[in-house]
């Protein structure tokens, strides 16, 4: 258990609405991840944090903002949801940190639906 | 992109048999990991390799850096091990971005 937590871990909304994941860890740990799992591509980097208000992007970041204004919580903000952001979306952190030893582990992941 | 290639997609197996899962990287890559991700859904780290062997029970991994390769073994498969398993890294040219394959899919018949 790496101490990882998601919230919601479940959700339905209709295009066009907000929506806010929440990543929650224990450990203050300073690197945070924020993966989507779509059926034919494995995982896939949306956005990632490296400290307090340093984020930067990864391959899928369109249509995503993030902020993290404390250690222990990373937020993944959809600003207009779109039915190809469906998806089940996963947390993970780097107990490690840094380029060189980056084994990441994973939150139980949020199952979003749009509609 | 680095491109990351996993073999076999499917493989269905007996209990009590064993197999072995391939991971190809098109560049070199660091940070290598296998991961399980169980019926649940819940992605379970099994090996954190950049290169050389390890082993973990019925669990082993043998990276092979050079060549741009890892390979993940499981010997007397039991019903459990029934899940999609997936290799991951880090390309040398990337500060963090993980790069995952898209899986192999391990179905154990009791």
């Known amino acids: 258990d790496a101490g990882i937590t998601q919230s919601p871990r479940h959700k339905v909304t209709e295009t066009g609405t907000p929506v806010t994941l929440r990543c929650h860890q224990t450990?203050?740990?300073?690197?945070m991840y924020w993966y989507r799992q779509d059926p034919g591509h494995g995982l896939r980097l949306i956005h990632y944090?490296?400290?307090?208000?340093?984020?930067d992007k990864g391959e899928v970041s369109d249509g995503y903002s993030v902020s993290r204004s404390k250690t222990e919580d990373f937020l993944l903000t959809l600003e207009s949801a779109t039915s190809s952001q469906t998806s089940v979306y996963f947390c993970?952190?780097?107990?490690?940190?840094?380029?060189?030893?980056?084994?990441?582990?994973f939150g139980p992941g949020t199952r979003l639906t749009v509609l | 992109g680095i491109q990351v290639e996993q073999s076999p997609p499917d493989l269905i197996l007996q209990e009590g048999a064993n197999s072995t899962l391939r991971c190809n990287f098109s560049?070199?890559?660091?940070?290598l990991q296998w991961f399980h991700q169980n019926p649940w859904g819940q992605l379970i780290n099994l090996f954190y390799?950049?290169?050389g062997t390890k082993q973990n029970g019925r669990l082993s991994a043998t990276t092979v850096a050079t060549e741009r390769y890892s390979l993940l073994y499981i010997s007397s498969s039991q019903t459990t091990d029934s899940g999609v398993y997936f290799c991951?890294?880090?390309?040398?040219?990337?500060?963090?971005?993980?790069?995952f394959g898209s899986g192999t899919r391990l179905s154990i018949r009791p």
């Open positions: 993970a952190i780097n107990p490690t940190g840094g380029r060189e030893n980056n084994e990441q582990f």
């Open positions: 450990e203050n740990h300073r690197y």
């Open positions: 944090s490296y400290g307090v208000k340093d984020t």
């Open positions: 560049d070199s890559v660091n940070n």
């Open positions: 390799i950049p290169s």
């Open positions: 991951a890294g880090i390309p040398y040219s990337s500060a963090s971005k993980i790069i």
